[in-house]
């Protein structure tokens, strides 16, 4: 048989020809996640340039909206309250209407009663002849 110092050179040999392969073949994917680690830093530092500022501007507009959905709810408010006051007032109007129709009803009907009675003819008078006594009706 071989010597057995042989077989172990011979393993050891193999297994740095192998690490040598894996760290040739792994070389340029080194370079790349060194890139890439590059890319994100420079993605970080932006990201904390551009980060608070962008923040407190969605702040800001939050704020200014819900400044604006309060004034668009007193503006709601008020404008149900002129609408209520409108229908108010319309009802009233109805009322007054109403009320104005049936007075003018009770004018036309006394001007009506007060044309007849003027059209009428003269009705035939009555005298009394003066050989007769009146007589009381007590």
Known sequence: MI???FWL?????LVAVSLTAVLVAAFPAFLELARA??????????LRREFPPTLEAIRLTGLEISELTDDINEGVNNATGVVKQVDQSLSDV???VQNVQVRTRSV?????????TLNRPPAPS???KKS?????RE
């Open 94 to 96: 109805r009322q007054n």
């Open 132 to 136: 007769r006594p009146e007589r009381s």
């Open 126 to 128: 009555r005298r009394l």
């Open 37 to 46: 680690a590059r890319s994100a830093e420079k993605l970080f530092d932006t």
């Open 9 to 13: 050179g011979l393993s050891l040999l």
């Open 3 to 5: 010597d057995p110092i």
């Open 108 to 116: 036309v009907a006394g001007v009506q009663a007060a044309w007849q």
